[in-house]
């Protein structure tokens, strides 16, 4: 079974920084992209940054130049380095991945997985 595990979330005063960190573990082929969305009260779930297979980066643009997305392909790990938090980054943060796992023998398929998510607080 395939599975993300995060850690990382908790409270912090406006100005501070947090690290979320996320492994996946199971039966994975490969990793296709990891990345981080997170979803205030009231709000969806929006996407925050993802790092591809190949390296390539994507941030939404309220988080550019503050947060960082970090990880090792290999180990199936995933960082989000959050600096200069604002009270509006307050949200549950969810790890996501598309990760290839084995469907049949010689066949493969892309599976997304979720995190459980973990709550970051941005408050004085």
């Known amino acids: 079974q395939v599975q993300l595990v995060e850690s990382g979330g908790g409270l912090v005063q406006p100005g501070g920084s947090l690290r979320l960190s996320c492994a996946a573990s199971g039966s994975i082929f490969s990793v296709n992209s990891m990345g981080w969305y997170r979803q205030a009260p009231g709000n969806e779930r929006e996407l925050v940054a993802t790092?591809?297979?190949?390296?390539?980066?994507n941030y939404t643009d309220s988080v550019k130049g503050r947060f960082t997305i970090s990880g090792d392909n290999a180990k199936k790990t995933v960082y989000l380095q959050m600096n200069t938090l604002k009270p509006e980054d307050t949200a549950v943060y969810y790890c996501?991945?598309?990760?290839?796992?084995?469907?049949?023998?010689?066949?493969?398929?892309?599976?997304?997985?979720w995190g459980q998510g973990t709550l970051v607080t941005v408050s004085s």
């Open positions: 790092k591809s297979s190949g390296g390539t980066t």
């Open positions: 996501n991945a598309r990760l290839v796992v084995r469907s049949g023998i010689g066949r493969y398929s892309v599976l997304e997985v």
